[in-house]
Every structure is written in structure tokens, then in C-alpha cells.
């Protein structure tokens, strides 16, 4: 078996053919393979097409269910890697998947707001606030989630809205330390 990792891996890591992709993934499958780690590096194969890295990982999301959380953020990473408008709604819908998956965890909610476009009024824009603004109640770190809202806030020059998380973060921040 672990030969057949061994070439599995080989194929995830060089190959530059969609069907041996999809050869060596369907091999890993049926040899029940588990490891979130060797799935990474196909999904970060540059010979995938975005719908081909979407169809594995919604494939593995459904194989392997503990490993949900991490195979969504690494899947909405690689998606960061694009340059275009519909990579990033890709990304955004990636990241939605991990907060669903682990509510709790701060990661997910500050890998949003770092795509935010200061420079540009994008719908994405809307989007990355309203959602991480519904789920930073649930994350145990909100602290972090707050200061990084208070520091957007401040680059956008909405005083009133950084001051409020700002005041937001020390007061969590306060909690959490509390709670150690």
C-alpha cells in the first residue's frame, strides 16, 4: 500500500493530465485514504481547472467528513490564488463552508475580511462584511475577528464603526484572557 501512496502522491504532485488526476484520485479513494495533507497537494495542482478542483474537493468533503473544516480553508486558499472576480466568489463560498463546518473558529472569519478591496467598491466587498458580521458571535477568539474589523474600519476612515470594534475587541479580549 504504501507503494501505491507513494505513486498516488507522484501523480498529485506532477502530473499535468486531468485524467491522470483523476485516475490517481479515484485510486486514493478506493484504497480509502484519509490523509487531508496528500489530498492538499492535488487540489493545489496548477493542471486543474477551477471546476476540476471544485468537483475533488466537493467529492472529499462527502469521503471525508472530519476533515471538512480543513479541506474547506485549504480549497478556499487555493482559490485566493486566482486573479479574477469569480475566483474569489469561489474563495468566499470556500471559507462560508469552513465557518459552517467549525463555527467557532476565528481563521475562517479573518481569511474573509483580508479580501476585502479597499480600493474598489466590489459586491464581494458587502458580502465579506455581512457574513463575517453573522458569525463572529460563535467564534472564540472574537477579539481578533473585532481588531481586524476595527482595522478595516479604520483604512475605510469610518471612525464611528472603528471605534465601536475596537471597543468591541477590549472588551472581548478582556473575556477571553479571563477565561484562561
Given at each position: 500500500?504504501?507503494?501505491?501512496?507513494?505513486?498516488?502522491?507522484?501523480?498529485?504532485?506532477?502530473?499535468?493530465?486531468?485524467?491522470?488526476?483523476?485516475?490517481?484520485?479515484?485510486?486514493a479513494l478506493?484504497?480509502?485514504?484519509?490523509?487531508?495533507?496528500?489530498?492538499?497537494i492535488l487540489?493545489?495542482?496548477?493542471?486543474?481547472?477551477?471546476?476540476?478542483?471544485?468537483?475533488?474537493?466537493?467529492?472529499?468533503?462527502?469521503?471525508?467528513?472530519?476533515?471538512?473544516?480543513?479541506?474547506?480553508m485549504w480549497?478556499?486558499?487555493?482559490?485566493?490564488?486566482?486573479?479574477?472576480?469569480?475566483?474569489?466568489?469561489?474563495?468566499?463560498?470556500?471559507?462560508?463552508?469552513?465557518?459552517?463546518?467549525?463555527?467557532?473558529?476565528?481563521?475562517?472569519?479573518?481569511?474573509?475580511?483580508?479580501?476585502?478591496?479597499?480600493?474598489?467598491?466590489?459586491?464581494?466587498?458587502?458580502?465579506?462584511?455581512?457574513?463575517?458580521?453573522?458569525?463572529?458571535?460563535?467564534?472564540?477568539?472574537?477579539?481578533?475577528?473585532?481588531?481586524?474589523?476595527?482595522?478595516?474600519?479604520?483604512?475605510?476612515?469610518?471612525?464611528?464603526?472603528?471605534?465601536?470594534?475596537?471597543?468591541?475587541?477590549?472588551?472581548?479580549?478582556?473575556?477571553?484572557?479571563?477565561?484562561?
Amino acid at each position: 500500500m504504501e507503494d501505491d501512496i507513494k505513486k498516488i502522491e507522484d501523480a498529485f504532485r506532477n502530473s499535468t493530465s486531468s485524467d491522470e488526476l483523476f485516475d490517481a484520485f479515484q485510486k486514493a479513494l478506493s484504497l480509502y485514504i484519509t490523509d487531508i495533507e496528500l489530498y492538499k497537494i492535488l487540489l493545489a495542482n496548477p493542471a486543474l481547472s477551477p471546476d476540476e478542483i471544485k468537483m475533488f474537493a466537493e467529492k472529499l468533503l462527502k469521503q471525508t467528513p472530519n476533515n471538512a473544516f480543513e479541506l474547506c480553508m485549504w480549497t478556499a486558499k487555493v482559490f485566493e490564488n486566482y486573479q479574477d472576480y469569480y475566483r474569489l466568489e469561489d474563495s468566499i463560498h470556500y471559507y462560508r463552508k469552513a465557518i459552517s463546518y467549525n463555527p467557532t473558529d476565528h481563521e475562517s472569519l479573518l481569511q474573509l475580511l483580508k479580501f476585502y478591496n479597499y480600493e474598489i467598491e466590489m459586491p464581494a466587498n458587502k458580502i465579506i462584511i455581512e457574513l463575517v458580521e453573522e458569525n463572529v458571535s460563535a467564534a472564540h477568539q472574537k477579539s481578533k475577528v473585532y481588531y481586524a474589523f476595527a482595522d478595516l474600519y479604520r483604512k475605510v476612515g469610518n471612525k464611528k464603526l472603528e471605534a465601536k470594534y475596537l471597543a468591541l475587541a477590549e472588551y472581548s479580549s478582556a473575556r477571553e484572557q479571563s477565561n484562561f
